[in-house]
């Protein structure tokens, strides 16, 4: 949700501690995951809320672990990785996070409901408008890309 590696990994220190104090508030209907994304999710709100997060600006792009690939298998890898990241980070917040949570993270669209504090019908249509948006950006590109390799 934030976009740049050490913000993320601070909010996720905060994140636990958060959790350990408030363990006893852990119920048996809603699983640990769920519980932990939506204290996760609250933290990141809390600091995109902050006057140190207006005063910033964050990098669209996620950084990419390193493979063991050949030099330019590495390169095209982590290149579409960037590509993906860049485009779900374009995407707006809303969008995001509900993309984020079912396709990253395997949450069920009643767990994200949940979390989020929506209807499920609501998460399927941000999960698909977010699906259409990152689609129509994939196939713009590949046009652009179809259209340069022709005029060489």
């Known amino acids: 949700m934030t976009g740049k590696r050490e913000t993320a990994e601070d909010i996720a220190q905060d994140v636990f501690v958060k959790a350990y104090q408030s363990l006893h508030t852990l119920r048996g209907e809603s ?10 999710r609250n933290t990141a709100l809390d600091y995109f809320k902050s006057a140190w997060y207006r005063r910033i600006r964050l990098p669209a792009v996620m950084p990419v672990r390193e493979s063991q690939m050949s030099a330019e298998n590495e390169w095209l890898g982590s290149y579409r990785q960037r590509e993906i990241w860049r485009t779900v980070m374009e995407l707006p917040r809303k969008l995001r996070e509900s993309l984020l949570l079912q396709a990253h993270h395997g949450l069920s669209m009643a767990e994200i409901a949940e979390l989020l504090q929506v209807s499920e019908g609501t998460v399927k249509s941000r999960i698909h408008r977010a699906r259409t948006a990152m ?18």
Request: aromatic letters at 8%; glycine letters at 14%; charged letters at 45%.
């Open 31 to 40: 699983g640990a995951r769920a519980w932990l994304l939506k204290i996760t």
């Open 135 to 152: 689609n129509k950006k994939f196939e713009h590109g590949r046009e652009d890309d179809e259209e340069g390799s022709g005029r060489a």
